[in-house]
C-alpha cells in the first residue's frame, strides 16, 4: 500500500494541537452529541437549567484536563445551551489589564467568556479578574502617579468558564471564585470508538468498528487525537481504499504517523529510551527535553501524563524513572537486571 512513506514524528504534537478549523467542524453542536463524561454533562445540565429558571449566568466554571479532551466544547456547549454568546479568548494574549478589560465591556448579560490556558494569566490581570468575577464590576485606572485615579464600571452577570491543562498551577483565591469545578478524565475506549464513528459519518468516510477500535485503543484517551487519528486514516481510505477505512488501513495509516502498536509516538519511545539510558538515576525534565530535542512544557503537559497512566513512567521529586514495565517496552534492561526495579 502506498509508496515508501515516512513516519510522522511529531504526529502527536501536532494530533494535540488545536486545529481549529478542523475542531470546530466535528465538535458536538449540543450536550446530547457530547459523548462520555457523563457526571460532568449531568451537572452542567442541572447548572444550567437552574441558572435559566432563575434568569441567571450560570455560575463561573473552571474546566481542568489534558489537552484535546473537550474543555472548550464544553465552554461554546454552556453558551449554546443557555441561549447566550460566548467570547473567546487565550491567557496569554491577556497580558495588560487593559486586554481583559477590552473583553469584558463587550460582554453582555448571560455571556459566557472562555479563557483557556487560564494558569497563565499574569498576577495583575489575575486580581484584576477578580472584582468582576465576584462583584461583576471593573476599577479602570485613569492616568498614572499623583493624578492616577479609578473609575468604576458595572459589567453585565456574566459566567467565566477557564479551562486549564495544570490546575495546581492557579493561585487559591482565584480557583476559589469559580462556583464550579469539573475535571476531565481521559476517556474509555468505548467512547473513543463513538467519537470515531460520529467523525467519520460527519467526514463522510466508512469506517468498521474493528478498524475504529484500533484507532480508539492507541488514543491515549483523547478525542482530538482519535479525530486526528481519523483525518490521516481518510486520506489514505480516499486515495488507496474506496473511502473505506478497514482495519488493514487503519493499522497502515497509524504506521504512517508512527504509532506502534502499544500507542507510542517516536517522542515517547525517545523519552522511555533517555531514562532507561540514565541506568536508575532519575532523569530531570531539562534533560530529557535537551536529550529529545522537544520543549519541556509540550514533553510535560502532552507526552509525559500518557506515560504516567499507563505505568511506564514514575515521577519522583528527584526526577523520572521507568517502572519495569517502562524498561520493557525500552528494550533497555533496568541496571540491577528487574531485582532493584520500582513496582508498577
Ligand atoms: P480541549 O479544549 O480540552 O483541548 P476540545 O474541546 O478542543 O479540547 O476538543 C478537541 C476535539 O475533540 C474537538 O474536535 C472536539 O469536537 C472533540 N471532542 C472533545 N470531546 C468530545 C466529546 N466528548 N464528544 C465528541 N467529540 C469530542
Known amino acids: 500500500m502506498g509508496p515508501n512513506p515516512a513516519a510522522d514524528p511529531n504526529a502527536y504534537a501536532e494530533a494535540l494541537a488545536p486545529d481549529h478549523t478542523f475542531d470546530g467542524s466535528l465538535r458536538p453542536k449540543t450536550l446530547d452529541e457530547f459523548v462520555g463524561q457523563s457526571s460532568v454533562v449531568a451537572n452542567f445540565r442541572l447548572a444550567i437549567r437552574a441558572a435559566g429558571d432563575r434568569g441567571e449566568a450560570v455560575d463561573h466554571i473552571l474546566l481542568s484536563g489534558l489537552p484535546g479532551l473537550g474543555k472548550t466544547t464544553l465552554a461554546h456547549l454552556v453558551a449554546t445551551e443557555s441561549g447566550s454568546s460566548l467570547h473567546e479568548a487565550a491567557a496569554p494574549t491577556l497580558q495588560r ?35 468582576a468575577m465576584e462583584d461583576f464590576v471593573l476599577d479602570i485606572m485613569l492616568d498614572a502617579g499623583p493624578a492616577a485615579r479609578s473609575v468604576r464600571v458595572d459589567l453585565p452577570r456574566f459566567t467565566l468558564v477557564g479551562a486549564t491543562t495544570r490546575e495546581g498551577l ?14 476531565l478524565e481521559p476517556y474509555d475506549a468505548d467512547d473513543l470508538v463513538r467519537i470515531a464513528h460520529r467523525s467519520a459519518y460527519l467526514l463522510g468516510v466508512g469506517l468498521d468498528t474493528d478498524a475504529a477500535r484500533l484507532l480508539a485503543d492507541r488514543a491515549r484517551g483523547t478525542p482530538r487525537v482519535v479525530n486526528r487519528f481519523l483525518r490521516r486514516v481518510r486520506d489514505l481510505a480516499q486515495v488507496e481504499a474506496d473511502n473505506h477505512i478497514s482495519p488493514e488501513v487503519a493499522l497502515e495509516g497509524l504506521r504512517r504517523m508512527g504509532v506502534d502498536e502499544h500507542g507510542l509516538t517516536r517522542v515517547d519511545r525517545l523519552m522511555l ?63 540491577d537486571g528487574g531485582q532493584g526495579a520500582l513496582p508498577l
Do not use: M
Open 97 to 131: 489589564a487593559a486586554d481583559l478589560a477590552g473583553l469584558l465591556t463587550r460582554l453582555e448579560k448571560g455571556d459566557v467568556l472562555f479563557i483557556d490556558e487560564v494558569h497563565r494569566l499574569p498576577g495583575g490581570v489575575e486580581e484584576y479578574l477578580y472584582a
Open 170 to 183: 492557579l493561585s487559591a483565591p482565584f480557583r476559589s471564585r469559580f462556583g464550579i469545578h469539573e475535571r
Open 273 to 335: 529510551k533517555s531514562i532507561a539510558h540514565a541506568g536508575g538515576i532519575p532523569v530531570g525534565l531539562k534533560t530529557l527535553a535537551a536529550a529529545i530535542g522537544e520543549d519541556e512544557r509540550t514533553l510535560e503537559d502532552v507526552y509525559e501524563p500518557h506515560l504516567l497512566r499507563i505505568g511506564l513512567v514514575l515521577k519522583t521529586p528527584q526526577g523520572r524513572r521507568l517502572t519495569p514495565r517502562g524498561h520493557e517496552l525500552a528494550g533497555i534492561a533496568p541496571p
